[in-house]
T-cell receptor
């Protein structure tokens, strides 16, 4: 399967615990995105990597959230001291570079997501 | 705040009928993308529109980009049960060139 994969698919944690999610993008894609989606809403941008560089972060991404893409391949998203408001689906997407520097011009391939429930 | 607004948010469509969903922006968009998310699934890219007034068709789906590049529509003819899901439009965010801003989506339920 050459699609985007995410692990775990589901995570239940207690408030205050730390969680880490992993995303493996399509191998030839150098752009990777993290989104959060809650019920009845569209995906909400969290952060974006081009290769290993984190180029953009949403102002919604509090200090408790950190993302890495150490070798420009897979990425991890860590949430520290989870809160009930963090309960959501966390989606990862990847896209190719193309010939334009404008990342938004390229279709994004989404993974199945990690559903986080904070109790 | 939301950059692209989608109407309606919910639709119940009789199988075999046609329906349209709309996407509106207060600012001019360089391009617009449409995605479909099946219940329990993840968003899947459908199409991208770039040119003013552009119309693209995919079988029973017709996508249109407005002349002013501030609105877009998706029209589906002869609705089938496989059309169930949420349709999202997304445009470049004014917060950054590398991000997409998604609408809230139009959730479509098909009545057999």
């Amino acid at each position: 399967d050459t699609g985007v994969s995410q692990d775990p698919r589901h995570k239940i944690t207690k408030r205050g615990q730390n969680v880490t999610f992993r995303c493996d993008p399509i191998s030839e894609h150098n752009r990777l995105y993290w989104y959060r989606q809650t019920l009845g809403q569209g995906p909400e941008f969290l952060t974006y990597f081009q290769n290993e560089a984190q180029l953009e972060k949403s102002r919604l991404l509090s200090d408790r959230f950190s993302a890495e893409r150490p070798k420009g391949s897979f990425s991890t998203l860590e949430i520290q001291r989870t809160e009930q408001g963090d309960s959501a689906m966390y989606l990862c997407a990847s896209s190719s570079t193309g010939t334009s520097g404008r990342a938004w011009m390229y279709e994004q391939y989404f993974g199945p997501g990690t559903r986080l429930t904070v109790t | 705040g939301q950059q692209v607004m989608q109407i309606p948010q919910y639709q119940h469509v009789q199988e075999g009928e046609d329906f349209t969903t709309y996407c509106n922006s207060s600012t001019t968009l360089s391009n617009i993308q449409w995605y479909k998310q099946r219940p329990g699934g993840h968003p899947v890219f459908l199409i991208q529109l770039v040119k003013s007034g552009e119309v693209k068709k995919q079988k029973r789906l017709t996508f249109q980009f407005g002349e002013a590049k501030k609105n877009s529509s998706l029209h589906i003819t002869a609705t089938q049960t496989t059309d169930v899901g949420t349709y999202f439009c997304a445009g470049p965010s004014f917060y950054g060139n590398n991000r997409l801003a998604f609408g809230k989506g139009n959730q479509v339920v098909v009545i057999p």
